[in-house]
């Protein structure tokens, strides 16, 4: 089993930043990937962004290019997410999880571990 804690939500300005964390304990060496996801109220859950723990390969969604950027830090088992430029509809939860697969990590449905999630909130 792995367990995933985030830290880091908030709220924030339009034009804010936030970083967000995810620490990861447990069977951590079984983890191929890591990602980010969020649901806004009313809306499905939506991919954010990924990165492959051990390459450290970045995926992100169109939305977030250029704003976001995603991170590990290997020896402390903890994945960042860091939010730039935020606009109100970033406004959502948003979940670390954490999946053994190898391809498809910018799917949901193949991540088998997830955090408690962390609201996240960007006023206009």
């Known amino acids: 089993q792995v367990q995933l804690v985030e830290s880091g939500g908030g709220l924030v300005q339009a034009g804010g930043s936030l970083r967000l964390s995810c620490a990861a304990s447990?069977?951590?060496?079984?983890?191929?990937?890591m990602g980010w996801f969020r649901q806004a109220p009313g809306k499905e859950r939506e991919f954010v962004a990924a990165?492959?723990?051990?390459?450290?390969?970045?995926y992100y969604a169109d939305f977030v290019k250029g704003r976001f950027t995603i991170s590990r830090d290997n020896a402390k088992n903890t994945v960042y997410l860091q939010m730039n430029s935020l606009k109100a509809e970033d406004t959502a939860v948003y979940y670390c999880?954490?999946?053994?697969?190898?391809?498809?990590?910018?799917?949901?449905?193949?991540?088998?571990?997830w955090g408690q999630g962390t609201q996240v909130t960007v006023s206009s």
């Open positions: 999880a954490a999946t053994t697969a190898v391809y498809a990590i910018t799917q949901g449905s193949r991540y088998g571990y």
């Open positions: 447990g069977r951590t060496f079984s983890i191929y990937a």
């Open positions: 990165i492959r723990w051990s390459v450290g390969s970045t």
